[in-house]
Nanobody, 126 residues
Framework: VQLQASGGGLVQAGGSLRLSCAAS????????MGWFRQTPGKEREFVAA????????YYSDSVKGRFTISRDNTKNTVYLQMNSLKPEDTAVYYC????????????????????WGQGTQVTVSS
């Protein structure tokens, strides 16, 4: 299984970025997907997750109302649209695939995900 994240970059506060994560090697549409982020010296933090069907989404309180997770099962891709970015959103962002297929409810902790992308750096300047 391979997850390839892209779309990170440098943006000013208040700006937007869209992250993408392309998956291969398993039946993408059967697995919930999540986005996590990590800064140096801190543990990986949950950002957002979406059910395998795409009908349910979950967000951390810190990004709710600003970020939107979505998926296109025909393209085996999950997205994270990030608006109104803040300097505290600066981190390496990782996409991940649930370790169990067709699982509900969606899990929100890193240990419940078994495959991870390589990470993409997001830097928000003030």
């Amino acid at each position: 299984v391979q997850l390839q994240a892209s779309g990170g970059g440098l943006v000013q506060a208040g700006g937007s970025l869209r992250l993408s994560c392309a998956a291969s090697g398993r039946t993408f549409s059967m697995y919930a997907m999540g986005w996590f982020r990590q800064t140096p010296g801190k543990e990986r933090e949950f950002v957002a997750a979406i059910s395998w069907s795409g009908t349910s989404t979950y967000y951390s309180d810190s990004v709710k109302g600003r970020f939107t997770i979505s998926r296109d099962n025909t393209k085996n891709t999950v997205y994270l649209q990030m608006n109104s970015l803040k300097p505290e959103d600066t981190a390496v962002y990782y996409c991940a695939s649930d370790r169990q297929r067709l699982r509900v409810p969606v899990r929100l902790t890193a240990e419940e995900y078994d495959y991870w992308g390589q990470g993409t750096q997001v830097t928000v300047s003030s």
